[in-house]
């Protein structure tokens, strides 16, 4: 099934090099689909982008997932290099972590270790103040920890980038303001801190093996890793929650960093448990397991697309997405990132990752099969998503990533 994504994979990468980028190396969060180029500002409105974004709607969403999006490239470009050996790859790999060195720095005025979306670009971004949340940082650190190996003089400063990102948010108890309007704790009784595993586990992990000298590191693993065994954190919860690993690389990232000690927490009645979850959510999905509606009410007979009556953008966080019922579809996405991680950690490698080739095969045509929600219901959505039907980043990014992920699991099966 992989080989059918050969072309496709090869589409993507041009369109990444020819359009993902910014005069200064940033990359943008999002393109327009429908002009290959960043959107026009007056196309981002407040009603498209939340209240979060009210004062400068089009600097916030071009950039929002930028460092995501960079950390997922980076991942991706070492990946090809392993597999294919392909020189450029790294040369890319170099300039990419030399923007985001450059982010870092420009963030350090707010705190040592802080490191802050770049809304508005490298010229705009002083103007804000927003950290990474723990979805930006977990493939960030991933792609920074696959480069390593091959970064030369510059390991030295990637590695203290790390190790300071990780102590800021240390030094918050592992909690941050998120878009000064809630707490975003990591915390085994707040639904929303689920996935901060993504990056919490794998950069202390990491730090525990760095920094000998410190055993703090190692006590906060072996608290985290605790959570797992007693069950305050499970993998996959039921209902299509926040998966505890959701980028594809962290799981297998966290695998090679513990050692022996990764199978006496994510043992292998965990790891089947976490799969029957993730495959029995995804079968009630429409057309076999490869689409959903976002709002299943959206499929009755009548239905029209409407923003709840009872929302009030000033007290429910201002995302009018939340609020909006709509006829909005949606391929699987981080169900693919976590089928490659299971593959990648040695569960049932060979149908694990068929199943990913498989779901990955759904986005051929490039850009218009990479937006949020399906391109095609984009004349049928309220004004509030639609975005989410225009706009490519990093799902298309991911997917790239998640591509290489795959031939390198495939040319090595001894890998991760």
Not at 103 to 131: D, N
Not at 277 to 305: H, K, Y
Not at 394 to 400: G, H, K, L, S
Not at 407 to 413: G, T, V
């Amino acid at each position: 099934m992989l080989e059918s994504c050969h072309e496709t994979a090869h589409a993507v990468d041009a369109y990444i090099q020819d359009h993902f980028f910014d005069p200064f190396g940033l990359m943008y969060s999002a393109i327009d689909s429908q002009r290959d180029a960043p959107f026009e500002r007056d196309f981002i409105t407040p009603i498209k982008v939340p209240r979060r974004a009210a004062a400068e709607p089009w600097a916030y969403w071009t950039y929002e997932d930028s460092v995501m999006s960079m950390g997922l490239y980076l991942d991706a470009l070492v990946l090809k290099h392993k597999v294919t050996g392909d020189a450029s790859c790294l040369e890319r790999a170099a300039a990419v972590w030399g923007t985001i060195h450059k982010i870092y720095s420009c963030s350090q005025v707010h705190g040592i270790g802080c490191f802050l979306r770049p809304y508005a670009g490298f010229e705009g971004m002083a103007r804000f103040m927003e950290p990474l949340g723990t979805d930006q940082a977990s493939p960030l650190f991933s792609g920074l920890y696959r480069y390593l190996p091959y970064a030369g003089g510059a390991a030295s400063d990637i590695r203290r980038l790390m190790l300071r990102t990780l102590e800021w948010y240390e030094r918050q108890g592992f909690q941050y303001f998120y878009y000064k309007s809630f707490i975003h704790r990591y915390e085994p009784g707040d639904p929303l801190a689920h996935h901060a595993n993504s990056y919490y586990l794998p950069a202390i992990a990491w730090a525990a093996r760095e920094t000998h000298e410190d055993d703090r590191w190692e006590r906060h693993l072996e608290e985290r890793l605790g959570h797992f065994r007693t069950g305050g954190y499970v993998l996959c919860r039921p209902g299509g929650g926040p998966l505890a690993f959701c980028w594809g690389s962290d799981l297998p990232i966290l695998r090679d960093l513990l050692g022996s000690k990764f199978n006496e927490t994510f043992t292998s009645g965990l790891l089947n448990e976490a799969h029957r979850v993730l495959l029995q959510d995804m079968s009630g999905w429409e057309e076999n397991g490869t689409v959903r509606r976002i709002c299943p009410e959206s499929a009755e007979p009548g239905f029209e697309p409407h923003v709840d009556p009872s929302f009030d953008a000033k007290k429910d966080f201002g995302f009018a997405y939340f609020a909006t019922r709509h006829h909005g579809r949606a391929r699987p996405r981080h169900e693919i990132d976590f089928l490659i991680a299971l593959a990648a950690v040695g569960y049932d490698r060979e149908r694990t990752a068929a199943k990913a080739a498989e779901l990955l095969a759904l986005r051929r045509d490039v850009p218009r099969d990479f937006t949020a929600f399906l391109a095609d219901d984009y004349h049928c959505l309220p004004e509030t998503v639609h975005l989410y039907a225009r706009s490519v980043g990093p799902i298309m990014v991911e997917w790239w990533r998640n591509y290489w992920l795959l031939r390198w699991l495939a040319s090595n099966e001894d890998s991760e």
